[in-house]
């Protein structure tokens, strides 16, 4: 979904990176939001954080990832086009709780998926609609689970993204170590027209050049509630604007809150 307005040559480097990842997070767009772009080093454990590997062996790529949350013991909540698509292939697991993204914390097996039944792929352009799934683990984990953020704070209110995805715009370099962000909740002007709305958050990188990029999709973006605890307000969902790279424009992440109902009513008949 994000591409490059720059010199010709970087950017087919872009579109060719961008159409490999696209297939690895179920899309078949001219980017994904994945990876965070000169974002840093977790600073701090997020025992919630997790990972879903896959590939898409036909586009040339055997190592891709997608982020996902923690919500409670044995579900994960990650964006849907991270788990539906037409080239795209699950290992079948869930890593949780680890600072690197190939070692540590929790292995389960997938139990199921459950994609909401409104989601629609923009595959032409354009941002996804109600992008967001829920995984059931096939057993519980002992990990943490992130709470939910009852609303979304005001334009301007801080926020934090996490990710796994490529650290540069141009290639497919994923991270070992857990990457974040500083970001903050944007209004719907600072995202492109018909982007942002009442389901889809506009956010907006603190750090110049920097947002999340290919391989950070499904990943939380998180804000701080009662007794300044994080809590679980957006999942990555693609860029906020089209014809940018990953570093240049806005993100846009599925809100939480908005989804809250579907997300509790579907674990509680899927228990």
């Keep these: 979904m994000f591409s490059v307005k720059s010199v010709r040559g970087r950017v087919a480097r872009v579109t060719a990176v961008g159409a490999l990842a696209a297939a690895v997070c179920g899309i078949v767009m001219t980017g994904s939001a994945g990876a965070i772009v000169n974002g840093g080093d977790a600073t701090q454990r997020y025992p919630f954080m997790a990972t879903i590997p896959e ?27 991270c788990v539906q698509g037409e080239y795209l292939v699950l290992d079948g697991t869930v890593r949780v709780g680890s600072d690197h993204r190939k070692s540590g914390g929790t292995v389960r097996a997938i139990d199921r998926i459950i994609v909401h039944p409104g989601y629609v792929n923009s595959y032409k352009g354009g941002a996804n609609k109600d992008d967001i799934a829920l995984i059931r683990l096939d057993r519980p984990v002992a990990e943490r689970p992130i709470a939910l953020a009852k609303q979304a704070g005001r334009p301007g209110t801080p926020t934090r993204i996490l990710g796994f995805g490529t650290t540069s715009d141009t290639e497919l370099t994923f991270a070992d170590r857990l990457q974040e962000l500083e970001t903050r909740r944007g209004a719907t002007a600072e995202c492109a027209p018909d982007y942002a709305d009442s389901t889809r958050l506009c956010t907006i990188s603190r750090v110049p050049k920097a947002m ?24 990555t969902s693609g860029p906020g604007a089209p014809d940018f790279a990953c570093s240049d424009g806005p993100g846009l992440y599925s809100s939480v809150p908005a989804f809250s109902d579907w997300i509790e009513k579907t674990i509680k008949r899927d228990a």
């Design 55 to 81: 590939s898409a062996p036909t586009k040339g790529i055997v190592d891709g990832t997608c982020g996902a949350s923690l919500i409670d013991p044995q579900w994960v909540l990650t964006a849907a086009h």
């Design 212 to 235: 999340a990029c290919f391989g950070d999709s499904g990943g939380p973006q998180l804000q701080k509630g009662k007794h300044e605890q994080w809590e679980l307000v957006g999942v």
